[in-house]
């Protein structure tokens, strides 16, 4: 399964409040289990505005439009994709105690950022990710999880 469109996360620009949750369990692989948190939030994108437009951008609440548009792409370069970064992530390795299942977390889907034991609970506080990816380290079993990121 490849890794979601816009991988790896860009450095943010700004900031966005959101709410993202997922459970699961690990594979051997960090694209099994990777998202952009910005791909999991319907109310990110703002109304899409041609380049070089002076036209007026209504920026009430409830106003929901594309951000991103196909005329955009040139010379072959892909639009790039909303990100949405996270003040606050937590992650859970569900597995209990003792039973040895090690929890390994990537924001780049390459480098292995950190790692959970098993019953342990990581909290990551303003380190600004827009994505993470989760898989179980090589020598130990398959590894339940949960993320919640806000």
């Not at 990777?34 to 791909?39: G, K, Q, V």
């Not at 951000?67 to 937590?90: K, L, N």
Request: proline share 9%; glycine share 10%; no cysteine.
């Amino acid at each position: 399964m490849p890794f979601p469109e816009g991988w790896p996360p860009r450095a943010p620009a700004g900031y966005a409040r959101i709410r993202f949750y997922r459970a699961g369990m690990t594979t051997a692989a960090f694209q099994d289990n990777a998202w952009m948190f910005s791909a999991e939030m319907a109310n990110l994108a703002m109304p899409y505005v041609a380049p070089g437009s002076s036209a007026p951008v209504n920026l009430s609440p409830g106003v929901i439009g594309g951000g991103r548009d196909p005329h955009d792409a040139q010379g072959g370069v892909a639009v790039p994709v909303a990100i949405a970064t996270a003040r606050f992530i937590f992650v859970w390795n569900d597995m209990p105690t003792g039973t040895g299942s090690n929890l390994q977390v990537s924001f780049d889907g390459v480098n292995v950022h950190d790692e959970i034991y098993d019953g342990e609970v990581r909290t990551y506080e303003d380190r600004r990710e827009s994505g993470i990816s989760l898989r179980f380290k090589p020598t130990t079993p398959i590894v339940t999880f949960r993320v919640v990121a806000f």
